[in-house]
């Protein structure tokens, strides 16, 4: 397996990228990026300098991904999703001069592994979002998003669980706090706000 990058990619020469991986047209690695292998970045697509992403991870077309973000394997971030890095943004300091890289401190977005970001959903960093979560289209996650939850809305609330299959799970009428995967049959357990897998 090799690498393909489209000529139109820009990819810096200190990315490292994984075998298997693909980068299409427009997108953009910049420098000491670390992309593992099996990746697929998309069209437009933004990673900033010290990214670090894992195997099998998927950049949808213009999806946005600013340092020091880090991403495990099997990710999935959707069409124009959003990963911030400032959480008080400004072009100027409170002088009016102009801010420069060393004038501000870059905060990061984690998102663990198998976790999903819907089509132009917004982290605001400092946040994680947890393994195997989904958050929908649109969404703004500006606090923490546990492992299984599926959160939507501005703010992003959680309004259900899922599993390893991104389906939406059904709490057993005869059992409270177990919840299982309708595609999978998985069993998930949930004690004071937290959903684990039954092994």
């Known amino acids: 397996?090799?690498?393909?990058?489209?000529?139109?990619?820009?990819?810096?020469?200190?990315?490292?990228?994984?075998e298997g991986t693909t980068i299409w047209d427009l997108a953009q690695i910049r420098e000491k990026a670390e992309l593992g292998a099996g990746c697929v970045i998309g069209r437009g697509a933004y990673v900033g300098p010290g990214v670090k992403i894992g195997d099998?991870?998927?950049?949808?077309?213009?999806?946005?991904?600013?340092?020091?973000?880090?991403?495990?394997?099997?990710?999935?971030?959707?069409?124009?999703?959003?990963?911030?890095?400032?959480?008080?943004?400004?072009?100027?300091?409170?002088?009016?001069k102009l801010k420069r890289g060393g004038d501000w401190e870059a905060v990061a977005v984690r998102v663990a592994e198998g976790a999903s970001l819907g089509a132009r959903s917004v982290c605001v960093?400092?946040?994680?979002?947890?393994?195997?979560?989904?958050?929908?289209?649109?969404?703004?996650?500006?606090?923490?998003?546990?492992?299984?939850?599926l959160v939507a809305g501005v703010p992003a609330r959680r309004i259900g669980w899922v599993g390893r299959a991104g389906v939406r799970l059904a709490e057993l009428a005869a059992e409270p706090g177990v919840w299982r995967c309708p595609r999978t049959g998985a069993l998930h357990d949930e004690k004071d706000g937290v959903l684990t897998e039954r092994r």
């Open 56 to 96: 099998n991870v998927k950049l949808q077309n213009y999806a946005l991904v600013y340092e020091p973000a880090e991403l495990a394997d099997g990710v999935f971030v959707g069409p124009a999703a959003v990963l911030t890095n400032d959480y008080s943004p400004r072009s100027v300091d409170p002088e009016g």
């Open 125 to 149: 960093a400092p946040v994680s979002v947890g393994r195997w979560a989904l958050v929908a289209a649109g969404a703004v996650v500006t606090r923490d998003v546990p492992d299984f939850a």
């Open 1 to 18: 397996m090799t690498v393909r990058t489209q000529p139109t990619a820009q990819v810096d020469e200190t990315a490292r990228i994984g």
